[in-house]
């Protein structure tokens, strides 16, 4: 089991940033690829942001490249995601995920999620 808590989260205005913290427990962190994911009121679950689990290795959802930047610290089992430039449209349940493909099918953890909102 790996247990995520995320925090960081909040209300800011349009333009201005927040970054997001993803402590995990449990199993060895750094065995998992590790990303974020977001859910607005009335849609479905989208994909921000992962990042392998050496780190080296990042992608993002289309709209956030150049405005937020994924992270980790496996020293710390704490993972993040610095968001800057945020909009109106960034507002959603933000969730963390912990990933590692084990015997042929792919281990899922997830974090209770956190909400951030952005006015404009």
């Known amino acids: 089991q790996v247990q995520l808590v995320e925090s960081g989260g909040g209300l800011v205005q349009a333009g201005g940033s927040l970054r997001l913290s993803c402590a995990a427990s449990?199993?060895?962190?750094?065995?998992?690829?590790m990303g974020w994911l977001r859910q607005a009121p009335g849609k479905e679950r989208e994909f921000v942001a992962a990042i392998s689990w050496t780190g080296k290795n990042t992608n993002y959802l289309d709209s956030v490249k150049g405005r937020f930047t994924i992270s980790r610290d496996n020293a710390k089992n704490t993972v993040y995601l610095q968001m800057n430039s945020l909009t109106p449209e960034d507002t959603a349940v933000y969730y963390c995920n912990a990933r590692k493909y084990v015997n042929s099918a792919w281990q899922d953890y997830w974090g209770q999620g956190i909400q951030v909102s952005v006015s404009s």
């Open positions: 449990g199993r060895t962190f750094s065995n998992y690829a």
